[in-house]
């Protein structure tokens, strides 16, 4: 069983920035392709970036040039670094594995984005 601890959330202004941590209770950093999910209450978890096994870097349409996702395999971390935020970016956020089979989600961390 691997639990997934997401950190680093908050409540920004517009045009202000967030770095997410991703803890996984396991090392398994640099052993699966890594992603981040955002999910708004009644709307469908969507994929914002991902780094598959390689160290490649892939963000979703909404985000790209404003999000960056990184690993630390040393760590065990993942990180998702979030600038230029916009009131639409205003999610739950969550990590797990590129492809399944997933962990269990974590608790994820609330990212709001208002004046």
């Known amino acids: 069983q691997v639990q997934l601890a997401e950190s680093g959330g908050g409540l920004v202004q517009p045009g202000g920035s967030l770095r997410l941590s991703c803890a996984p209770s396991?090392?398994?950093?640099?052993?699966?392709?890594m992603a981040w999910y955002r999910q708004v209450p009644g709307k469908q978890r969507e994929m914002v970036a991902s780094i598959p096994i390689d160290g490649s870097t892939n963000i979703a349409d909404p985000v790209k040039g404003r999000f960056a996702i990184s690993r630390d395999i040393y760590r065990n971390r993942v990180y998702l670094q979030m600038d230029s935020l916009e009131p639409e970016d205003t999610a739950v956020y969550y990590c797990n594995k590129l492809n399944n089979p997933l962990f269990d989600w974590g608790q994820g961390t609330q990212v709001t984005v208002s004046s």
């Open positions: 396991a090392r398994i950093v640099g052993n699966y392709g």
